[in-house]
Structures are given as C-alpha cells and as structure tokens.
C-alpha cells in the first residue's frame, strides 16, 4: 500500500489554464504539506494543513488554493497557469514534530 | 530566521571510501534535525533524525550523523559508500512554532564512482 500518493505524476499545461493535483495519505497522519521543487532542486514548502485546518500559508501567490476535504486527503488548485509554475509539487505528511513522508512528487510542465 | 547551509553542491566519492556531507543551522532553540535522501525522480525518503538525546544518531542504510551544539552542525556520515547511494541529499531542521515547519537545506548531490 502507497503511504502518500499523488496524482497525477505528470502534467503538461498551457499557459493560462486551470489544474489540479490530488494527494491522500493512508499512514493516520494529521498533518499533510505541499512542496515546490524547482530545477535547482530547492525544495520549498508551500502550505500545511493540520486535521484539515490551514496552519502554514508561505508568501505564494494566490493562484494557488489548497483544499483538504478530510485530514487523509490535500488537494492543490493552480488557476492561470504561468511558465514560472513548472516545477516538480510533492504532498507530504507527518505527525506534527515527526518526521515526513513524501509523495513521489508531480513534475508540471507549463508550455 | 532559522536557515540550513549545505555548504557542498555536489561531492564525488569513490565506491568503498567514506563519506561525510555537511550540514550547518540556524536556529535559536534545539532543533529538530533531519537527513532525507532523493533518488533520481523519487520522493523524499527519511534517513535519520535528532530530537534530543545522544547526539550521534543512525539511521537507515547504513548512514549516521552527529548533532555538535557549539558547531551548529549536523554532518552526515557513512563509513563505506555503495554505488546504489548516489542521490541528493538533504539537511532540514523543523521548529514548532505557528504550525510544524521544516526548512531544507538545497542539497548536496552524491556522485559514486567504480
């Protein structure tokens, strides 16, 4: 069984347009995270959730909306699409304080 | 601000030699100190961890670190490196404050040669 799953693992975009990616976790965890990965391999963590309550909000612009409809599942909306989005997006979890497990990461690709 | 230096982009090892990857933080409190390692088009995976408590930690794979208060460093350390160990690796530290966060280092990239 998958811990953190993300789908989908590839996503070629256009400029402009509007997508969605989808992570669940099956470990228990109350904690669940997005990460932006650019080429560099920076890893930058964009929005935490705890028992479905938005609790880190890092400076990302408001394209982004994060959803988690239960504490085993955080959704990542992007509207308007830029070329500076493409970037690998990793969904995570922990117990708070604990360690993370990691998605296997979406590599977006905006054209 | 708390921050994490990797001071090595990259480091080249060759297989069967020892490996030390090193890691500097920022941080006013004692932190929590973590090693995660990604291979290439993976997730992150978890190596080790230092909370409290003995300072030299193991971990998984064969791989250690050492928590040095005085030198702000938790360095990385495995004694016979394999070919299969080639990845990027990464030093986080997390604090509590305001929701758990953890801030990463930019990673130093191991290269095994035969």
């Known amino acids: 069984d998958t811990a953190v799953s993300q789908t989908p693992k590839y996503l070629v975009t256009q400029m402009g347009n509007d997508k969605s990616i989808k992570c669940e976790q099956n470990l228990g965890h109350d904690t669940m995270y997005w990460y932006k990965q650019d080429s560099k391999k920076f890893l930058k963590i964009m929005f935490s959730y705890n028992n479905k309550e938005l609790i880190i909000n890092e400076t990302v612009p408001n394209r982004f909306s994060p959803k988690s409809p239960d504490k085993a599942h955080l959704n990542l909306h992007i509207n308007s699409l830029e070329l500076g989005d493409s970037a690998v997006y990793f969904c995570a979890s922990s117990q708070v304080y604990h360690e993370q497990y990691f998605g296997p990461g979406t590599r977006l690709t905006v054209t | 601000a708390q921050s994490v230096t990797q001071p090595d982009i990259h480091i080249t090892v060759s297989e069967g030699a020892s490996l030390e990857l090193r890691c500097n933080y920022s941080?006013?409190?004692?932190?929590?100190l973590f090693w995660y390692v990604q291979s290439p088009g993976q997730g992150l995976q978890l190596l080790l961890k230092y909370f409290s408590g003995d300072t030299l930690v193991q971990g998984i794979k064969g791989f250690e670190a050492e928590f040095k208060r005085s030198q702000s460093s938790f360095n990385l350390r495995k004694p016979s490196v394999h070919w299969s160990d080639a990845a990027e690796y990464f030093c986080?530290?997390?604090?509590?404050?305001?929701?758990?966060?953890?801030?990463f280092g930019a990673g130093t990239r191991l290269f095994v040669k035969a």
């Open positions: 941080y006013g409190a004692t932190p929590y």
């Open positions: 986080a530290v997390g604090e509590g404050t305001g929701g758990f966060k953890t801030i």
